[in-house]
């Protein structure tokens, strides 16, 4: 069965640091990728999404990511997160069939 | 504001009684998932229903019993729950033979008493 691993369970930053967040999955075929956040009290949104083409997707709010197929890897990324990022992150794999795995999620605390 | 509809969005109930959740879109969308959200576990999908017929059932325990009558409504029918099961139930809804996301609920957040 498909599985996707995130690499860290917390992550706390300062505003203007970097961030990047790993994910990785199990399945070796074709699959679509996707990052969800979910702000506290609110559902899970759609920050960007990964199917075909280029492998660095960009998604809402300045983040993007980047497939790379041999590592089995799609690792969220933003040059300069703000308060407003604190959030849990969930990634995302959809395979051959209709199911969606998500992955563990990473809680991103900003500090002002 | 996600077009994927959950009510109740709070519920409370006792291991004896029976109750259900109900998820709605008119998206257009023709799948339909429940997952699982409990505290410090990961999100876990416990059914999948495609076209309106099931297609997946992640070894859920029986006191769930999904249903789905028609493309734009599920439902979960939860009898003689236990209290782990306490969680945020959430919907999500899409479109198959595409490439598209999934969207979700607010959730439903159950306390099982």
């Known amino acids: 069965a498909q599985s996707v691993s995130q690499h860290n369970h917390h992550v706390i930053l300062s505003e203007a640091a970097s961030l990047e967040l790993g994910c990785n999955y199990s399945?070796?075929?074709?699959?679509?990728l996707f990052w969800y956040v979910q702000y506290p009290g609110q559902h899970l949104q759609l920050l960007l999404k990964?199917?075909?083409?280029?492998?660095l997707v960009k998604g809402i709010k300045g983040f993007e990511a980047e497939f790379i197929k041999s590592k089995f890897s799609f690792n969220l990324r933003k040059p300069s997160v703000q308060w407003s990022d604190t959030a849990e992150y969930f990634c995302?794999?959809?395979?051959?069939?209709?199911?969606?795995?998500f992955g563990p999620g990473t809680r991103l605390s900003v500090l002002p | 504001e996600t077009g994927v509809t959950q009510t109740p969005r709070h519920l409370v109930m006792g291991m004896t009684n029976k109750k259900s959740l109900k998820c709605e879109q008119h998206?257009?969308?023709?799948?339909m998932y429940w997952y699982k959200q409990s505290a410090k576990k990961p999100l876990e999908l416990m059914f999948v229903?495609?076209?309106?017929?099931?297609?997946e059932n992640n070894s859920v325990p029986s006191r769930f019993s999904p249903e789905c009558p028609n493309s734009s409504h599920l439902f979960l029918h939860l009898h003689t729950l236990q209290p782990e099961d306490s969680a945020l139930y959430l919907c999500?809804?899409?479109?198959?033979?595409?490439?598209?996301?999934?969207?979700f609920g607010q959730g439903t957040r159950l306390t099982v008493v």
């Open positions: 990964y199917f075909s083409g280029d492998p």
């Open positions: 999500a809804s899409r479109k198959t033979g595409s490439n598209t996301e999934a969207f």
């Open positions: 998206l257009g969308h023709n799948a």
């Open positions: 229903y495609s076209l309106e017929e099931r297609v």
């Open positions: 399945y070796g075929g074709t699959v679509n």
């Open positions: 995302a794999v959809k395979d051959y069939g209709q199911n969606f795995v």
